[in-house]
């Protein structure tokens, strides 16, 4: 029903910054929160970082609080995630998800989660 397309991957150096965006499509209607995962090789998906539609609430793990900032355009259906002080261990392939109920208790499980992107390579150089 809803289609996510991420884009803004790539190569940087320790330090650095990118910004990661996703686009929705479909039945966005039914989406109440956005989220960024992310997959390391020999690592298990983990979140990043989450964003209501409805009030932009947002939350963080703790391993990129601080450094990474999620925002929505909700006239545009599209997601951010900018992200500072990149460091080698932020290395993964990130994927962009999509849930329509907001449960706090579960905004950092990847299962609860409808839709998903196709992910977008992110790599940090020490």
């Known amino acids: 029903q809803v289609q996510l397309d991420e884009s803004g991957g790539g190569s940087v150096q320790a330090g650095g910054s990118l910004r990661l965006s996703c686009a929705a499509s479909?039945?966005?209607?039914?989406?109440?929160?956005m989220a960024w995962f992310r997959h390391a090789p020999g690592k298990q998906r983990e979140f990043a970082a989450a964003?209501?539609?409805?009030?932009?609430?947002?939350y963080y793990a703790d391993s990129v609080k601080g450094r990474f900032t999620i925002s929505r355009d909700n006239a545009k259906n599209t997601v951010y995630l900018q992200m500072n002080s990149l460091k080698p261990e932020d290395t993964a392939v990130y994927y962009c998800?999509?849930?329509?109920?907001?449960?706090?208790?579960?905004?950092?499980?990847?299962?609860?989660?409808?839709?998903w992107g196709q992910g977008t390579q992110v790599t940090v150089s020490s």
């Open positions: 998800a999509g849930r329509r109920t907001i449960v706090i208790a579960t905004m950092r499980s990847p299962g609860e989660y409808d839709y």
């Open positions: 479909g039945r966005t209607i039914s989406t109440s929160a």
């Open positions: 964003v209501t539609w409805i009030g932009g609430g947002t």
